[in-house]
């Protein structure tokens, strides 16, 4: 058996940004110049603005040396689903399958938003994301739904699709409407260069990891042993197939190596601090050689 590893041959430093933020363009109550100055200075890298079926073009924003990044929320008729990388607002099709083909022609990829938000706790239907083909991610984690119905968190969502087989990244995003929403949740992406192209590549192959606090230092891989060491982690808790947990470890730094005979399909691991402070690694597939 071997280990995949989404972070294998990621080099450069950390770079911390969010890929989901509303401006007045649609329903945030800032300016794109405003949003862009209040995460400049909670010392951000990149950001990309979702407005609500609005491309909001970051050329015409003062970056205040931040990466800014071209992206939609399509909102209408249907589920939302962010689209980071575009190059226009696609049309909001009731049929999402739609949506996604044509974020995929539009050179983009597509991360479904915030499925456990709204009473019911299905603001997209698990079996919709069993059947949709083509989007590459899922918010494990949205911080308004904090201050909205609904969890903010979506790892059981995750583990149903990784369970399947499906290869689906995890993402943590704040989904800023308004002060205050700023600074809740994260990617932080491993990535040489500080460019759009670089960071939304870096993005699409998992080399990131989703965080609400909690700072990762390593990720390596080194034969068949998985190891994490963080900078604030309280305890680590390894997940496998469907949510198993397959151990917990107190401290800050954690390994897993796989079992001679009936290894799991993935492992993940998902590091807890203080308080709500956590970081989400993303899946560790395992194959046959």
Not at 14 to 28: A, K, P, Q, V
Not at 29 to 45: D, F, H, K
């Amino acid at each position: 058996m071997r280990i995949d590893n989404p972070y294998a041959g990621a080099e450069g430093p950390w770079l911390r940004g969010n890929l989901h933020t509303h401006s007045t363009n649609s329903d945030g109550s800032r300016t794109p110049s405003e949003i862009v100055a209040a995460y400049a200075a909670l010392g951000y890298n990149f950001l990309m603005f979702s407005d609500h079926d609005f491309f909001t073009d970051p050329l015409t924003v003062d970056a205040r040396e931040m990466v800014l990044l071209p992206g939609v929320e399509v909102s209408a008729w249907g589920p939302h689903i962010v689209h980071v990388g575009a190059t226009r607002a696609v049309e909001p099709a009731k049929d999402r399958q739609a949506v996604l083909s044509a974020i995929q022609a539009d050179r983009g990829f597509a991360i479904v938003a915030h499925p456990n938000w709204e009473a019911h706790f299905n603001h997209c239907p698990q079996a919709l994301l069993e059947i949709w083909e083509g989007y590459t991610g899922i918010e494990v984690y949205n911080g308004v739904i904090r201050r909205l119905n609904g969890s903010p968190r979506a790892t059981d969502r995750w583990d149903r699709l990784l369970g399947l087989g499906r290869r689906v990244w995890g993402f943590a995003h704040d989904d800023s409407h308004t002060v205050g929403d700023d600074g809740l949740a994260w990617n932080m992406v491993c990535v040489a260069e500080r460019s759009p192209n670089a960071i939304i590549d870096a993005l699409s192959r998992g080399a990131c990891y989703a965080s609400t606090g909690v700072i990762i230092r390593e990720i390596a891989v080194t034969g068949d042993t998985i190891r994490v060491e963080t900078e604030n982690a309280q305890r680590i808790v390894i997940h496998s197939d469907f949510g198993h947990r397959e151990c917990a470890t107190d401290g800050a730094v954690a390994a897993y190596c796989l079992p001679e005979t009936n290894p799991p399909r993935y492992v993940r691991f998902e590091c807890w601090g203080q308080g709500d402070d956590m970081a989400w690694t993303q899946p560790f597939f395992i194959e046959a050689e």
